[in-house]
C-alpha cells in the first residue's frame, strides 16, 4: 500500500507577525511538520518570508527539516507581494514537476491563495488543506480548500527577571561606552544563561514590546539605522541600575 505525499507551503511572515501582533507567538515550527506527517510523507516543505523573520528561527526551522525561502525583490515592490508571488510559483511548479503530490497544505490566512488551492481541488483533484489562525484567515480561502485546520497561538514565555537584569545592565554598560546598539548586535553579542543567538533575539523584542527597551531610528554613517536604548523611567530598569544615572548623563557629587 503506498503511502501519500504531502507538500507544506508556509507564508512565514503570516505565520509569526499574525501571533506576535496579538503579543503571542507562533507554535514551533516542527508542530506544521507534525501536522503535514499526519497526512502523509512529506515530499516538501518550504517557508517563504524576508530576512528579518526568516532569520528569528533559522535554526527552528533547519531542526525541523523546512526549507526557508529568502523572498527578494531589486524592484520597489511591496515585500508582502514579493513573498506572495515566490510562494504560488513554488506551488505552481511542484503541482507541474511533482504530480505524485497528493496533499497541499498552506499556512496563511491571505485570500490571495484562493484561485491556487481552487485550481489544485478541482482541476488537478488533490487534497488541499489550510492552517490559519481563526481570527485573520479570508473566508473565501476557507471556502476554496478541502479542510480547515486551526493554529493556534502560544504564551510568550520571558526570562526570569534576573536574566532581564543582567541583559539592561549590559546594554547599559555599552551605551555609557558610547556604542551604537542594536538589536542584532545584542543579540549577536550579549551571552548568558545558555541562550542561543535566535532566543537572545526573541527576548529583547518581548522586552522592546513591554517597554524595557526603545527603537530609534537615527542616521549614523550616511544611513538610517535603529538603535535600541533603555527606557530608564522602566521600572525593571531602575531596579537593575539602582541609582546609577542614564548612560550619558553626568554624575552628580
Not at 496579538?22 to 501536522?35: G, I, Q, S, V
Not at 497561538?153 to 542594536?182: D, N, Y
Not at 544563561?193 to 537572545?200: I, K, L, P, Y
Not at 526603545?214 to 537593575?240: C, D, F, M, T, W
Amino acid at each position: 500500500m503506498s503511502i501519500d505525499s504531502v507538500a507544506l507551503f508556509i507564508d512565514f511572515e503570516y505565520f509569526v507577525y499574525g501571533a506576535e501582533n496579538e503579543r503571542m507567538a507562533p507554535p514551533a515550527p516542527a508542530r506544521l511538520m507534525e501536522r503535514a506527517a499526519e497526512y502523509g510523507s512529506v515530499a516538501a516543505a518550504k517557508a517563504f518570508g524576508q530576512n528579518d523573520v526568516l532569520d528569528r528561527y533559522r535554526q527552528e526551522l533547519r531542526a525541523a527539516s523546512i526549507e526557508a525561502i529568502l523572498c527578494t525583490s531589486t524592484g520597489g515592490a511591496n515585500k508582502k507581494n514579493v513573498t506572495d508571488f515566490y510562494m504560488l510559483d513554488s506551488i505552481y511548479q511542484t503541482a507541474y514537476t511533482q504530480g505524485h503530490i497528493h496533499h497541499y497544505i498552506l499556512v496563511t490566512g491571505d485570500g490571495d491563495f484562493a484561485s491556487v488551492l481552487a485550481y489544485l481541488r478541482y482541476r488537478l483533484q488533490k487534497n488541499t488543506i489550510v492552517m490559519a489562525y481563526a481570527d485573520s484567515v479570508s473566508p473565501e480561502l476557507k471556502a476554496a480548500a478541502n479542510e480547515f485546520v486551526e493554529l493556534k497561538r502560544v504564551a510568550k514565555e520571558m526570562w526570569p527577571e534576573e536574566e532581564q537584569i543582567k541583559l539592561i545592565r549590559f546594554v547599559h554598560s555599552g551605551q555609557s561606552l558610547g556604542k551604537l546598539i542594536t538589536l542584532t548586535s545584542t543579540a549577536r553579542v550579549y551571552k548568558s544563561g545558555g541562550a542561543t543567538e535566535d532566543e537572545r533575539r526573541e527576548q529583547i523584542a518581548r522586552m522592546i514590546q513591554n517597554g524595557v527597551f526603545e527603537q530609534r531610528v537615527e542616521e549614523h554613517g550616511g544611513g538610517p539605522i535603529r538603535l535600541l536604548y533603555l527606557n530608564y523611567s522602566h521600572p525593571l530598569v531602575q531596579k537593575a541600575l539602582g541609582d546609577e544615572p542614564p548612560a550619558g548623563a553626568a554624575k552628580t557629587e
